[in-house]
């Protein structure tokens, strides 16, 4: 038996499909105002946008200071978000008010940027500093936000000779209701061609 997800009976469809599109990747948002005041949030609708040119894009729910923010000065910093850090990137997400800085309310250092304005968070393993890519754009209630990704860093013993290691990296990932879930079993699996699945066809 199914149970058929109603609005009026279980509050929106949002509410079930955001416990259904799971795990979602955090975007650590690090922007500035015009005023020159530093805003962190996390956001965890956000995924990449596009390869070449990479951009990353992640969506403000409704308009919120890193939204603000990024309009104004056309710059934001993606810190990694990693386990260790977990009550403090939830403590991030409370509503201060604009005049009050996430970085000074939760205790996390500001670490400068190479390409941007935007510091970046120093307790973090990995940053992606981008430029908005273009205007944010509205979708329902929402605003999706493309960066174009000017300059990557990772902590070296991150690192390994193929790029970012996700195992040491460990990061955390939002699902639903007030659930979030941490790095489990890793496995690895080849993409198989074509030619391997019917070596028998008639392939150039």
Known sequence: MRTDITADRHGS?????KSLVVPRPIAWVSSRSAAGVDNLAPHSFFTVASENPTIVQFVSVGEKDSLRNIRQTGEFVVS??????????????TDYPPEISEFDAVGLTREPS?????????????????????????????????GEVTHVVVDEEDMDERGPVVRTLRPIARLGRDEWGELGRIRSIRRVPYRDVAPEADLP
Request: proline share 10%.
């Open 80 to 93: 990694f978000a990693p386990e260790g850090l977990f009550e403090r990137i939830n403590a991030t997400s």
């Open 114 to 146: 190479l390409t941007v304005a935007v510091p970046r968070v120093a307790e973090s393993p990995a940053a992606i500093e981008c430029r908005l890519h273009t205007d944010p754009i509205p979708v329902g209630n929402c605003f999706l936000v493309l």
């Open 13 to 17: 469809f949002a509410r079930a499909v």
